[in-house]
């Protein structure tokens, strides 16, 4: 059995913010972010316009796309590391806006590659449990939670969400050929790298980073599982049509390109208009090439990402 991708969409919030606007009201100039980021805009969502808004109009459009109804969903998964409340989760906000009757739903959290985790899980779950259909959603406002005072970080992140169905099937030639997970949560050495600046129980924390550091192990631990996954897959970088990583930053992508030996022109960039949108960003990516008529049916796709935690993996697949 194979889990198969057979419909993709995304939904980003209307209001586009440029780097010009933020020189405004910031020390900082779009020439300093642009050379630094490759990010020129990024989509941010009004104050009402919440993580599961942004999922159930993903959901809806998906939906519509691939004819599945809703009472034909076994599961929804939602990656998501800002959702609207800690509980409920923002696949149950899901479930109940669509009528997912049938679905159970639950969120995963693993930061920037919560879409690798969520897909890792919805392939696993397909197989034990012999799922049919199965909405994966990555959702993300991260606009909420930057301090927009502070110029080295309010500047990298946008909102967004994308959405995919995956169905079982018995046809192997494509879908989910493998997925590959890590985490380090090694305190001394990590935490204080990328993490949510609140007390303990303060929901209300701002991001903080110590970027020079995030740039550094996001270029190892992504080189690190791209090798691992290709090389337990017995496959090379000929085989992948496609890279599509997290969209933190074009120019960790250029440094891992060079330093790594990886093939800049098979990369999908997408930071320029998108930001970094954590877990939202690989397939957002992935629908604008899809969309472009870059990415194609019976492409093979390398996905990697590395996150908070710090948290990081990398999947194949097979559209
Ligand atoms: O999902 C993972 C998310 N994380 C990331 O994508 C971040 C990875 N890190 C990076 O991409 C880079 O470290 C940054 C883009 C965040 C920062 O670039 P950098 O070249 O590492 O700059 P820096 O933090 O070392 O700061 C250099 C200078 C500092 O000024 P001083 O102390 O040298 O006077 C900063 O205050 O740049 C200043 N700076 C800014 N200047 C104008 C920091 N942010 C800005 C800004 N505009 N937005």
Not at 79 to 92: I, L, Q, V
Not at 115 to 134: G, P, T
Not at 163 to 190: F, H, M, P, R
Not at 296 to 313: E, I, Q
Request: net charge negative; with cysteine.
């Amino acid at each position: 059995m194979k889990a198969k991708i057979i419909g993709i969409s995304s939904y980003l919030p209307s209001r586009v913010v440029t780097n010009d606007e933020l020189s405004k009201t910031l020390d900082t100039s779009h020439e300093w972010i642009y050379s630094r980021t490759g990010i020129a805009s990024r989509h941010v969502s009004a104050y009402d316009e919440l993580t599961s808004t942004l999922a159930i109009e993903a959901a809806k459009q998906v939906l519509e796309q691939s004819e599945v109804r809703p009472g034909e969903i076994d599961a929804i998964i939602v990656s998501t590391t800002t959702g609207d409340t800690r509980f409920p989760s923002c696949a149950c906000k899901v479930q109940g806006a669509i009528g997912a009757s049938k679905a159970f739903a639950f969120d995963v959290n693993a930061a920037c590659a919560g879409f690798i985790y969520a897909l890792a899980v919805a392939d696993s779950m397909m197989k034990s449990m012999k799922l049919k259909n199965v909405l994966l959603i990555a959702s993300e406002t991260l606009t909420k939670f930057v301090d927009w005072t502070d110029r080295s970080t309010c500047v990298l992140f946008g909102d967004g969400a994308g959405a995919l169905v995956l169905q079982s099937s018995d046809d192997e030639t494509s879908g989910i050929i493998a997925t590959k997970l890590y985490s380090n949560g090694d305190e001394e050495k990590y935490n204080s790298i990328l993490s949510h600046n609140g007390a303990q129980n303060d929901y209300r924390g701002y991001i903080t980073m110590a970027g020079r550091s995030v740039f550094k192990y996001a270029i190892e631990y992504m080189a690190m599982s791209m090798h691992d996954i290709l090389n337990e897959n017995n496959m090379t970088m000929n085989d992948i049509d496609w890279v599509i990583p997290h969209q933190a930053n074009r120019r960790i992508l250029e440094s891992l390109c060079k330093m790594k030996e990886f093939p800049l022109e098979k990369f999908v960039i997408t930071t320029e208009n998108h930001a970094n949108t954590s877990s939202a960003s690989i397939p957002l990516a992935m629908r604008d090439a899809m969309y472009r008529g870059i990415v194609k049916k019976g492409d093979t796709l390398l996905f990697s990402a590395l996150g908070a935690g710090l948290v990081w993996g990398s999947a194949i697949i097979r559209l």
